[in-house]
């Protein structure tokens, strides 16, 4: 199965924007890529999802790529409630639907 | 509303054992996946379940079975466990087959 790739860690000063990387170079034309982010061991948190466009909600921004193959999860105002394991993940549809995690970054707000 | 609501908490089982674990997704929504989460890993896809039906499974072996109810509650089971099988076992609903998915809590399965 293809896979997304991220950074294991980042770090990032409190207030500033966190860019969170995820490549995801085999994705296909009809597939979505989805963030999600994980707090401790509680159940994973959606973040937001895009398929060509760049999106943008009240938590994040996805910046996809033209080409599809990366793409870049930003919090504008990281705050110390922002540290946490962050999910990219492509739908993949090769006749069965499966969710694919990433190996995760994990961020760490820095007061 | 309630969120998706998972049971029990914690388990501890017993190798050889079987257990079944519990979902209760988000009212109105009608797909439910399980993922299987081993410490310091990402979540393992496992199945996802539309309107009763399996629309997707992952590459776990025929020891782990599940399925959908009516009312869209949703039950993993797994057969002669292994000590491997302990993990942090996550249940997710969406409205659709598609689309963002919520997670419950998930609970915690021990294989001694």
């Known amino acids: 199965d293809a896979k997304t790739t991220q950074p294991p860690s980042m770090d990032c000063a409190e207030g500033r924007a966190a860019n969170l990387p995820c490549n995801h170079s085999?994705?296909?034309?009809?597939?979505?890529v989805y963030w999600y982010r994980q707090i401790h061991s509680q159940g994973p948190q959606y973040i937001i999802h895009g398929l060509k466009n760049n999106e943008t909600n009240e938590m994040a921004s996805l910046i996809i790529t033209e080409d599809r193959k990366s793409s870049t999860l930003i919090l504008p105002h990281a705050t110390l409630r922002d540290t946490a394991v962050y999910y990219c993940i492509v739908r993949y549809t090769s006749g069965t639907y499966k969710y694919i995690f990433g190996t995760g970054t994990r961020l760490k707000v820095l007061a | 509303d309630a969120g998706v609501t998972q049971s029990p908490t914690h388990l501890i089982k017993t190798r050889g054992q079987h257990v079944t674990l519990r979902c209760s997704p988000i009212?109105?929504?009608?797909?439910v996946s399980w993922y299987q989460q081993v410490l310091g890993q990402g979540p393992q896809f496992i199945f996802q379940?539309?309107?009763?039906?399996?629309?997707g499974r992952g590459n776990f072996p025929d020891r782990f079975s599940a399925r959908q109810f009516p009312n869209y509650s949703s039950e993993l089971n797994v057969n002669a466990l292994l000590l491997g099988d302990s993990a942090l076992y996550l249940c997710?609903?969406?409205?659709?087959?598609?689309?963002?998915?919520?997670f419950g809590p998930g609970t915690r399965l021990t294989v001694t």
């Open positions: 085999t994705i296909s034309g009809n597939e979505y």
């Open positions: 009212s109105g929504h009608k797909s």
């Open positions: 997710a609903s969406s409205l659709g087959d598609i689309g963002e998915q919520y």
């Open positions: 379940y539309y309107e009763k039906e399996e629309r």
